[in-house]
């Protein structure tokens, strides 16, 4: 059910965003008004865009709510999956220590590590 509502969903915004994407634009934006001429010719296609803008826009809206819904009642089940979390790998034994020859230079002596915070 949840699937198919989300399908529909996407069919009504896809038809949503074409049907207002066909309508003329009338200038100006935010109703600062556009031309006089322009209210009156194809008075009847604006209508039906119009009317048809409304009614996918209610749609829209009332099948989001109704989404919301089914997925409030679907819920989970209140359980952790566990399926993804890592676990410990035991690490390989040490390697055997091998005593340099006594002509062999001193090594290196190791660094000291200085905190982040300072």
């Known amino acids: 059910m949840f699937h198919f509502l989300i ?3 996407a069919i009504i915004a896809a038809s949503l965003v074409g049907v207002v994407l066909m309508q003329r634009s ?10 006089p001429s322009g209210l009156m010719s194809a008075r009847g296609a604006t ?3 119009t009317r048809t803008t409304a009614i996918l826009a209610t749609m829209f809206i009332l099948l989001s709510i109704s ?9 989970g089940t209140g359980e952790i999956d566990s399926s ?4 410990e790998v035991p690490t390989a ?26």
């Open 7 to 9: 399908v529909v969903q």
């Open 26 to 35: 009338e200038g100006g934006g935010l109703g600062m008004g556009g031309s």
């Open 47 to 49: 209508d039906f865009l």
């Open 67 to 75: 989404l919301a819904f089914v997925a409030a009642k679907k819920g």
């Open 84 to 87: 993804l979390q890592r676990t």
């Open 93 to 118: 034994p040490a390697a055997p220590v091998t005593t340099a020859p006594a002509n062999a230079a001193p090594a290196a002596a190791p660094a000291i590590e200085v905190p982040l915070d300072k």
